[in-house]
């Protein structure tokens, strides 16, 4: 055996570290600029409808899911540096490109989505960054480290926004740089600010990153896609096939989970509004704080979870997540005899319901309409006649929804930490990039198809109907996790290499 050295030990974290920092960057790039989009299009695309703002919305899951597989066959093969310099220096190009999408005279709308996508296609490196984590990490090690990875990307999720509000200050005009054609404002320098992030990081990944391998013991080994560093290792053991029935089924655990928890995110302003008579400030105002609140609590769990994990084992945590996760969206069904306020006023005006299917293909902080001017008073609330579900569903209290908010808080990162843990472990220690890369794209997948599926169901049907239909999908995952919980061990335990 060929016992771990000193030195090896602190440049393996030192690079573990890295992979955490290009996690949070990742994040960050999607955040920042979320809550400004619908503005900017506006600004400088007058011809863009709420429609095509759900498709520069998706655009970044869209990238995303294309890049991942790409980037991690490309990792298994070559030294991880390669796609992960290649993957940021994507994403800083397309964030000084969203920068320039004033400047064209016509179609600004599509190099905006053209951006984001580009943007998203950069994002496929966290399926290199999962996947060199998992080498780089023992058995024991393993949960802790994906803890770590998913809270920095929840990190980056909450600070995104909070960097975009301090950019506000800037104003909307900020300072122009004729000779560079170039609009510094608080649109733009958020996406700056990302580019020189970036290229930080590509720095630190040419300066501090270096290729590690260990094996589920904790014993460095030559990988496969090794650039030279670090000679004296041991061969990789890969005897043994992987269990793909594990594999298919965590990766149809980790859409449900991705699915689920982007429904829940897209259908809070449209729901608050309808059961609570929120103004569009209102929902955008509470629903901002309570996303903020869950966000805290998700790192608060990560952390707590990669000691507990320790006493009970990844599998029954994730089953304890999906039955939390269940419980909050059956709290959300409307149980009771008060109806909703009903909107009579939307059959006299003549505007778009706030509820059309285009605008839920966005999250809550893009819908159009919460940018009226603020001596907009004549703004009707409550349920819309037009939803005629209205007239019959018992309304959902506010104490169901904020309940349901910290259940739901706390089982999604449970289970999306557990999945990647499980995972990484059940692969073993064959290259990891193109699995990885899988996982990544169902993710990405989930979160496409979760608000088209809230245009439909809750739009027309209800929230009983669409609560009723997530908890059946819940339910069904609790099912396929029972029928292959036994499965889901790691590649080590499973050919008797070391115990469970």
């Keep these: 055996d060929v016992v771990e050295t000193q030195e090896h030990y602190r440049s393996r974290w030192r690079s573990i570290w890295i992979m955490y920092l290009t996690m949070f960057l990742s994040s960050v790039g999607f955040s920042i600029v979320i809550m400004s989009v619908w503005p900017y299009l506006q600004k400088i695309d007058p011809t863009a409808d709420a429609s095509f703002l759900g498709w520069i919305i998706a655009s970044y899951s869209i990238g995303q899911m294309v890049a991942s597989p790409l980037f991690g066959l490309w990792s298994n093969y070559r030294p991880r540096r390669e796609p992960l310099v290649i993957s940021t220096a994507i994403s800083v190009a397309a964030n000084c490109l969203y920068a320039y999408v ?25 399926a290199v960054v999962r996947s060199y984590i998992a080498g780089a990490t023992s058995l024991t090690e393993r949960t802790s480290a994906m803890a770590n990875t998913s809270a ?30 170039l609009q510094l404002n608080m649109y733009t320098t958020p996406v700056l600010f990302g580019a020189l992030l970036g290229v930080i990081n590509i720095i630190l990944i040419f300066a501090i990153f270096r290729e590690h391998r260990v094996d589920d013991l904790g014993r460095q ?52 509004m309808d059961m609570y008579s929120w103004t569009r400030k209102e929902a955008v105002f509470y629903n901002g704080i309570i996303l903020s609140v ?15 994990s320790k006493k009970t084992g990844e599998r029954a945590i994730l089953h304890a997540g999906l039955l939390i996760v269940l419980i909050g969206f059956f709290i959300l069904l409307p149980w009771g005899k008060k109806l ?15 509820t059309a299917p285009s605008e839920m293909l966005a999250p809550f902080w893009s819908v159009p309409e919460l940018q009226l001017p603020s001596n907009h008073t004549a703004e009707p609330v409550g349920c819309p006649v037009t939803q005629s579900w209205c007239l019959h569903t018992p309304k959902i209290y506010l104490a ?32 990891q990039g193109v699995y990885m890369g899988w996982l990544t794209a169902s993710g990405s997948g989930a979160r496409i198809l979760g608000p088209v599926f809230v245009s439909q169901i809750y739009t027309h049907l209800g929230p009983r109907w669409a609560f009723s239909v997530i908890c059946g999908v819940v339910v069904l995952s609790l099912l396929l996790l029972e029928i292959v919980y036994k499965r889901l061990i790691a590649f080590s335990v499973r050919y008797g290499r070391m115990q469970e």
């Design 102 to 126: 004033h400047v064209p005279h016509s179609h600004n709308k599509y190099y905006m989505l053209t951006a984001r996508a580009l943007v998203g296609f950069g994002a496929g490196n966290v």
């Design 152 to 181: 920095c990307q929840a990190v980056g999720f909450i600070l995104g926004p909070v960097f975009q509000t301090c950019f506000t200050l800037i104003g909307e005009e900020g300072v122009t740089w004729k000779f560079l054609c």
């Design 221 to 272: 080994y030559k990988s496969i896609n090794s650039d030279g560093e670090g000679s004296d290792v041991l061969d990789q053991n890969t005897e043994g096939s992987i269990d793909h029935v594990a594999v298919v089924a965590l990766n149809i655990l980790f859409f449900v989970i991705l699915f689920v928890f982007a429904v829940f995110e897209t259908i809070a302003t449209p729901l608050t």
């Design 294 to 308: 869950i966000g805290i609590e998700s790192v608060i769990v990560f952390m707590v979870v990669k000691t507990l």
């Design 340 to 354: 909703p306020n009903i909107q009579w006023q939307e059959i006299r005006n003549s505007s778009i319901p706030r």
């Design 400 to 431: 169901q929804y904020l309940s349901s908010d910290v259940l739901i808080g706390l089982g999604y990162p449970v289970c999306n930490v557990m999945s990647y843990t499980l995972y990484s472990k059940v692969l073993g220690p064959k290259p």
